[in-house]
């Protein structure tokens, strides 16, 4: 009698370095970008007194570990107190990096989730195909990132006085809900410009203006209120609807909308972090697809 073979179970070792380094190239794809209305770029600071590309560049340094650490623990099952107190760790390295400067704290939280989830999929041998790194956020930790959103709510931070002034969403919503805007609005954006152009560059100034015309950003709301972000988004839909950065003077349209929220002090952090989010998200699953 032929005894029955005795299986293993497979345990996926997921290579979180290298999700890490993803994260930290999605960053510096970011900052490197131009033009950006308002933001610090290597040509200029945008909008900000306070920073330059060498201070983003500081923060990058400090933060080399952190989305490695969160992708390995992503992978162990992780539930949100313990990603949270990695995000404060990560966040006190950066401010002591950086004189005190927020450079990223909002990529930390959405870059670092999406990033746990990225983790969390590869260790289980699963795909990241479609929205599955977004579908894994909301419910493995959907329901403690609604509960840390409504405790936010009270905080003394600009986003939470902007939150409660305007009744917009914060990061902690868009985060418990999958990040739909990145995969329904910023992926399909730079997918398409990619199929047309094959110009990462172009495609991520098109993802970027399409953010700034959908997000309500609290980072404009703080710095201009309801009439800084009411600018910036009729601006980044005007820009869209002559064609974008198919429009052959795009590069000159996009400059006018930076100079224009310069001299308005207008920066468009929320959707940044959410462009840095969108490019990692596209190269994690480019790299699924690979054989």
């Not at 400059?255 to 310069?262: I, K």
């Amino acid at each position: 009698m032929t005894r029955p073979v005795l299986r293993q179970p497979v345990v996926f070792a997921p290579d979180t370095a290298g999700i890490g380094r993803d994260a930290i190239r999605a960053l510096y794809a970011e900052l490197a970008l131009h033009p950006k209305p308002g933001l610090v770029s290597p040509l200029d600071s945008g909008s900000h007194d306070d920073m330059d590309m060498g201070t983003f560049m500081r923060s990058l340094f400090s933060l080399r570990g952190y989305f490695r650490d969160i992708a390995a623990a992503g992978a162990g099952g992780a539930d949100f107190p313990v990603l949270r107190a990695l995000g404060l760790d990560a966040e006190r390295r950066m401010l002591a990096a950086t004189g005190g400067i927020n450079t990223h704290r909002g990529a930390l939280f959405s870059l670092g989730l999406l990033a746990a989830a990225a983790g969390a999929l590869k260790h289980e041998g699963q795909s990241l195909a479609g929205a599955a790194l977004g579908q894994a956020v909301r419910e493995r930790w959907g329901r403690a990132l609604v509960e840390a959103g409504h405790a936010a709510r009270h905080g003394d931070s600009h986003g939470a006085r902007a939150i409660r002034r305007y009744h917009v969403r914060g990061a902690r919503e868009e985060a418990s809900e999958g990040f739909p805007l990145v995969f329904t609005t910023a992926l399909p954006a730079l997918d398409g410009v990619l199929a047309r152009t094959g110009c990462l560059e172009r495609a991520m100034v098109q993802a970027l203006f399409t953010l700034m015309s959908v997000l309500p950003d609290t980072n404009l709301l703080h710095r201009g209120g309801a009439a800084g972000l009411d600018f910036v988004r009729d601006g980044a839909r005007c820009f869209l609807e002559a064609g974008g950065i198919l429009a052959p003077d795009w590069r000159e349209r996009a400059l006018a909308l930076h100079r224009a929220c310069v001299a308005r002090r207008l920066s468009p952090g929320g959707s940044a972090d959410l462009l840095a989010a969108t490019w990692f998200v596209h190269h994690q699953r480019r790299g699924a697809e690979r054989p």
